[in-house]
């Protein structure tokens, strides 16, 4: 399986939120960064797997850690 590619925002709450890029339409999922569990089912519009193992899930949270740090939210 190929990792999806994904990108950390944060929401108007400052919620962070991972944004998954489909690896096969590039279709761009959004889901809450707190609602998200390692290899939970996730699927793309066009029914690719877009799941997040757990090495990924842990670099994202790290990655929305500093993003909040850079913004002094906790
Ligand atoms: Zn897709």
Redesign the pocket.
């Known amino acids: 399986m190929k990792l999806p590619r994904f990108d950390i925002d944060l929401d108007k709450h400052y919620k962070a939120t991972v944004v998954i890029a489909?690896?096969?339409?590039?279709?761009q999922t959004r889901q809450h960064l707190a609602s998200m569990a390692p290899d939970q089912p996730l699927r793309?519009?066009?029914?690719?797997d877009?799941s997040m193992p757990g090495s990924a899930l842990a670099a994202a949270r790290q990655q929305a850690d500093a993003i909040k740090a850079a913004y002094h939210v906790r």
């Open positions: 489909c690896p096969q339409c590039s279709h793309c519009s066009c029914g690719a877009i």
